[in-house]
DNA sequence: GTCCCCTTGTGAACGGATGCACAAAGTGGG
DNA sequence: CCCACTTTGTGCATCCGTTCACAAGGGGAC
């Protein structure tokens, strides 16, 4: 029986964990601002909008940072997530494609404030590159390997049309980068080893729309009525 | 007592198939671009990024679309996959918060090319207010309700900062709206029967930052850990 | 020091999602 | 008409995530 060991995870976090804790960040950042100093599991899952044991299992996988009795420290809470995060340090961020959603990116003040540091904006169109956009001169698109290795720039934001976004994955890759974060409506094929996370707000919609849909044709006739009717 | 079921499945269509659809309907899109008539499962999962046996057991739950030694004939797919997810049918969109990112997404061409139609734009600052953006006029935010209700608006778009974003979406759901999609960096608390679905760059960035960490520190990394994650 | 109360951390049951593997079903060639 | 080939649709085993429920552990009152 070769199978795989299931403790295969060393030190490994759930994706499904992985992906709350930046909630729970949150939530932990505004208790702190509100000068809160301790929080309990039932509390803090109530502002990051889950059930309480899942928080608790969560966190639990941090380590054993909560007092039983008591409750989670606020901000050595914030520290802990923080540093499992990676928010310690500085992430330069490189945007592509600098249009509509590429300037409200590079304007986005959130970007700073956690961690992470717009260190180039790139372009193709001559008509673009100069332009000065917070602070930073749009830069063009033949420079782009140079960018990312004199800057340190590891996480690579694609905000181009569709068609282009293949191409500058593979660009970035090549340069060594291996986390993107996609804009662009298209599946990106990538090697073993690159992360690739996308925004699809056209696939939102539609999730929404489904569920609308669901929610009015429910209550008033049955679903299998709608066959063949339109067309 | 009846206890109003969660969400999602009506006829019983899982929430992970109804997230994949419309990234099979883009594939689909693609291939009848290109002039293809049929498709097999293998084909079309490749093109989607996905496994083959899950395509077929997505497609399967809107029904047996497909012929047996053949394949799925594209335009067919196309039809069946967007009147399950309500596409045969006009959308009305109202914006709410255009600042940066808000004027990005009203100029977003994608949205009108898929059964939505942005159908009003609002917001509190005076100073936007009356400006012309892809057509529209911004709207003071005082008419929020009169929009939604007059024209129909059955999903609002939330992109106000994040102090604004709970109370805007308190009286678009006063106002009958059941599906939010929200951009500001907070949790919203909603009633049963309202669907909220959020897209927050910063947790995107964040997830990131941990992969990226697990890299550059991992010596104890394992496979399993960075395979690639696209939807 | 002792006891009571509170909250954490986790074992266990459950349910949903995934992917393998194959029988069922349809096509086309001879 | 029959057979070989292709591809769908799905039963089944497995894995991952969620939630319940509670024992274990710590704090504070007295
Ligand atoms: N605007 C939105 O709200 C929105 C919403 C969802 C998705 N998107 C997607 O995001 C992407 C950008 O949208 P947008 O509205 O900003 O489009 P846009 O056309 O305004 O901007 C695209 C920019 O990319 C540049 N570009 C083109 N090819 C390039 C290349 N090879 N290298 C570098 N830069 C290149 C263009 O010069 C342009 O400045 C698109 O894929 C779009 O589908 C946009
Ligand atoms: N810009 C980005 O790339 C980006 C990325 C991720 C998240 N976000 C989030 O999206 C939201 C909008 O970002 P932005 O960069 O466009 O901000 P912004 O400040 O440029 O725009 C916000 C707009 O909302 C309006 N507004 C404020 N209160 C309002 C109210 N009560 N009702 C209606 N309108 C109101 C403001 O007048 C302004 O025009 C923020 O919550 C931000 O955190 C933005």
Do not use: C
Request: hydrophobic share 45%.
């Amino acid at each position: 029986m070769i199978r795989r060991i299931p403790s295969a995870r060393e030190r490994g976090i759930p994706d499904a964990t992985v992906a709350r804790l930046p909630v729970y960040l949150r939530a932990l950042n505004g208790l702190a601002e509100r000068g809160t100093a301790t929080v309990s599991s039932e509390d803090l899952a109530l502002a990051a909008g889950v059930n309480s044991a899942k928080l608790r299992k969560d966190l639990s996988h941090l380590g054993s940072y909560g007092t039983r009795g008591v409750g989670y420290d606020v901000q050595y809470l914030i520290y802990q997530i923080s540093r499992e995060l990676g928010l310690t340090q500085d992430w330069a961020v490189a945007i592509v494609g600098v249009g509509n959603l590429g300037r409200a990116l590079a304007n986005y003040g959130g970007f700073v404030s956690r961690g992470f540091r717009v260190a180039g904006l790139l372009d193709a169109d001559p008509g673009v590159v100069g332009d000065r956009i917070a602070g930073l001169v749009v830069e063009h698109i033949d420079g782009l390997e140079s960018v990312i290795l004199n800057r340190g720039v590891s996480i690579v934001v694609i905000a181009t049309p569709a068609a282009a976004a293949q191409q500058v994955a593979d660009r970035v890759i090549a340069a060594g980068v291996t986390s993107i974060l996609n804009f662009a409506p298209v599946v990106l094929t990538v090697p073993d080893g690159v992360d690739v996370r996308k925004v699809d707000l056209s696939i939102e919609l539609q999730i929404l729309a489904f569920h609308e849909q669901r929610k009015v044709t429910g209550g008033a006739m049955l679903p299998e009525d709608w066959a063949g009717e339109v067309g």
